[in-house]
């Protein structure tokens, strides 16, 4: 295929240099954006009369038929394009003849790329948002059923206070619904169209760049062509929010290992979301969790080839800028990937609230409420932290928890306790007086539950 740019030229491109050139093999992703950029393009074309209405509806009709045909199977890509924006225009003038070569007027590939990985990063990014819902979805779906199955809360891995279920994964969720108000500002300050910048100055046509940019979904243009064509900030921005997804879902995925390890045994994962052993026929392996968990190193480092791709290219473009879509776009699959497989695993979980609470009664994880059950009778706060450790050193020796130890053996410690301590410091009791705003206590947990809701309406 003849190059557009090659009157310039005496010789062919080296056939390695002309494969190393390339990226219709990637930047295909985007045939559907580069046609319907180009098509309002051409509507601006014509509307400012740099082009006749019959040669607008010729290129519209063509690339119409572009489209329907790559959206069919009918055509295939030539990996002799240079790029998508190449083997649209040449297929385009095949159809059409001459007419199609109207089409690139007043614009660069550098203005045109520029608007289709825009436009295709708002497309994925609104299909992240949509599989990000649905996680929400299916954790709050967990949480409800287990709005009073206790568990021990940890810090430190080592087993703290007692607190619901529910209150754990709505931390989760929590953090999920910022991923997408992350997703959605970096959405708004990547919805500028830079279509019209050209090659980097502008061009001498009378354009309307706003009529493009209205006809495409865009909330104006970027006000400085330098700026629109040699910058992909909205790509670092929007990979950092992907790449604080895949933490996230890390985090979870560490979580649901541990959990459904038979040292902890709190959840069984479904069958359809685990695999076995080649050689040890009564293993159940977390596999899906634990890939999540690798992939996020994946997208952390596609991440760091942008901002190394971005970090010395003076302005404007250069072909620098063409490593942006490989790393971006896979980065895009991965998670993806992991967001449908991460929302049904969930989902199916099951939860074993019996080992959970055996698990709760253990480690004195209700040492803190028998501190404040002291504070609340007038012993300072540090005097019953001391107190209480005290208590805890002597029931590990004696091999004793605290719901157990004799309240004579309380006595030596303060005259302070009585009958009623035994309620203060029950893991229901523990639960359910955690009445400030956030905490694990019903009211909050079910306040917690209708704002994820909410939420995701």
């Given at each position: 295929?003849?190059?557009?740019?090659?009157?310039?030229?005496?010789?062919?491109?080296?056939?390695?240099?002309?494969?190393?050139?390339?990226?219709?093999?990637?930047?295909?992703?985007?045939?559907?954006?580069?046609?319907?950029?180009?098509m309002?393009h051409?509507?601006?074309?014509?509307?400012?009369g740099?082009?006749g209405?019959?040669?607008?509806?010729?290129?519209?009709?063509?690339?119409?038929?572009?489209?329907?045909?790559?959206?069919?199977g009918?055509l295939?890509?030539?990996?002799?394009?240079?790029?998508?924006?190449?083997?649209?225009?040449?297929?385009?003038?095949?159809?059409?003849?001459?007419?199609?070569?109207?089409?690139?007027?007043?614009r660069?590939?550098?203005d045109?790329?520029?608007v289709?990985?825009?436009?295709?990063?708002?497309?994925?990014?609104?299909?992240?948002?949509?599989?990000?819902?649905?996680?929400?979805?299916?954790?709050?779906?967990?949480a409800?059923?287990?709005?009073?199955?206790?568990?021990?809360?940890?810090?430190?891995l080592?087993?703290?206070?007692?607190?619901?279920?529910?209150?754990?994964?709505?931390?989760y969720?929590?953090?999920f619904?910022?991923?997408?108000?992350r997703?959605?500002?970096?959405?708004?300050?990547?919805?500028?169209?830079?279509?019209?910048?050209?090659?980097?100055?502008?061009?001498?046509?009378?354009?309307?760049?706003?009529?493009v940019?209205?006809?495409?979904?865009?909330?104006?243009?970027t006000?400085?062509?330098?700026?629109?064509?040699?910058?992909?900030?909205f790509?670092?921005?929007?990979?950092?929010?992907?790449?604080?997804?895949?933490?996230?879902?890390?985090?979870?995925?560490?979580?649901?290992?541990?959990?459904?390890?038979?040292?902890f045994?709190?959840?069984?994962?479904?069958?359809?979301?685990?695999?076995?052993?080649s050689?040890?026929?009564?293993?159940?392996?977390?596999?899906?969790?634990?890939?999540?968990?690798?992939?996020?190193g994946?997208?952390?480092?596609n991440?760091?080839?942008?901002?190394?791709?971005?970090?010395?290219?003076?302005?404007?473009?250069?072909?620098?800028?063409q490593?942006?879509?490989?790393?971006i776009?896979?980065?895009?699959?991965?998670?993806?990937?992991?967001?449908?497989?991460?929302?049904?695993?969930?989902?199916?979980?099951?939860?074993?609230t019996?080992?959970?609470y055996?698990?709760?009664?253990?480690?004195?994880?209700?040492?803190?409420?028998?501190?404040?059950?002291?504070?609340?009778?007038?012993?300072?706060?540090?005097?019953?932290?001391?107190?209480?450790?005290?208590?805890?050193?002597?029931?590990?020796d004696?091999?004793?928890?605290?719901?157990?130890?004799?309240?004579?053996?309380?006595?030596?410690?303060?005259?302070?306790?009585?009958?009623?301590l035994?309620e203060e410091?029950?893991?229901?009791?523990?639960?359910?007086?955690?009445?400030?705003?956030?905490?694990?206590?019903?009211?909050?947990?079910?306040?917690?539950?209708?704002?994820?809701?909410?939420?995701?309406?």
């Amino acid at each position: 295929m003849e190059k557009m740019w090659a009157g310039r030229f005496q010789k062919a491109l080296d056939k390695e240099a002309d494969d190393f050139n390339s990226s219709i093999h990637f930047d295909c992703k985007m045939y559907k954006q580069d046609i319907t950029g180009s098509m309002k393009h051409a509507a601006m074309l014509a509307m400012q009369g740099i082009i006749g209405d019959d040669d607008c509806d010729k290129i519209t009709d063509g690339l119409q038929s572009i489209l329907d045909d790559l959206n069919s199977g009918a055509l295939q890509f030539d990996m002799d394009a240079e790029d998508i924006h190449m083997f649209v225009e040449s297929e385009l003038t095949k159809r059409i003849g001459d007419v199609g070569k109207k089409l690139h007027t007043a614009r660069s590939r550098n203005d045109q790329v520029a608007v289709d990985i825009r436009l295709f990063l708002r497309d994925e990014t609104a299909e992240i948002i949509g599989l990000i819902r649905n996680l929400l979805a299916a954790i709050l779906e967990q949480a409800k059923a287990h709005k009073t199955s206790i568990m021990p809360g940890y810090t430190h891995l080592q087993r703290a206070q007692p607190i619901t279920f529910a209150h754990h994964l709505l931390a989760y969720a929590m953090m999920f619904t910022r991923d997408i108000t992350r997703l959605e500002d970096a959405v708004k300050r990547m919805n500028y169209s830079p279509l019209g910048s050209c090659a980097l100055s502008g061009t001498t046509y009378n354009t309307d760049r706003y009529f493009v940019a209205e006809q495409l979904g865009f909330d104006g243009i970027t006000l400085n062509s330098i700026d629109g064509v040699s910058d992909r900030d909205f790509c670092v921005e929007l990979m950092s929010a992907f790449a604080t997804i895949m933490m996230h879902l890390s985090r979870f995925s560490e979580e649901v290992i541990l959990w459904s390890s038979w040292e902890f045994k709190f959840v069984e994962l479904d069958d359809s979301y685990t695999t076995g052993s080649s050689i040890m026929p009564q293993k159940k392996n977390p596999d899906m969790a634990e890939l999540v968990r690798g992939k996020t190193g994946r997208v952390y480092g596609n991440l760091f080839t942008m901002l190394t791709v971005l970090k010395g290219i003076p302005l404007a473009y250069n072909k620098d800028m063409q490593e942006d879509k490989e790393c971006i776009f896979d980065s895009i699959d991965t998670l993806k990937q992991c967001l449908k497989v991460f929302a049904p695993m969930i989902s199916t979980m099951n939860v074993l609230t019996d080992n959970m609470y055996s698990a709760a009664q253990k480690g004195f994880i209700n040492a803190t409420d028998l501190a404040d059950y002291l504070t609340k009778k007038g012993m300072p706060f540090r005097s019953a932290y001391k107190n209480v450790g005290q208590i805890v050193a002597y029931c590990i020796d004696k091999g004793l928890v605290l719901e157990t130890m004799p309240l004579a053996d309380y006595k030596k410690y303060s005259e302070l306790f009585e009958d009623d301590l035994y309620e203060e410091i029950s893991l229901e009791t523990c639960v359910k007086k955690r009445i400030s705003a956030g905490g694990t206590g019903l009211d909050s947990v079910e306040k917690q539950i209708e704002y994820v809701s909410e939420f995701i309406k």
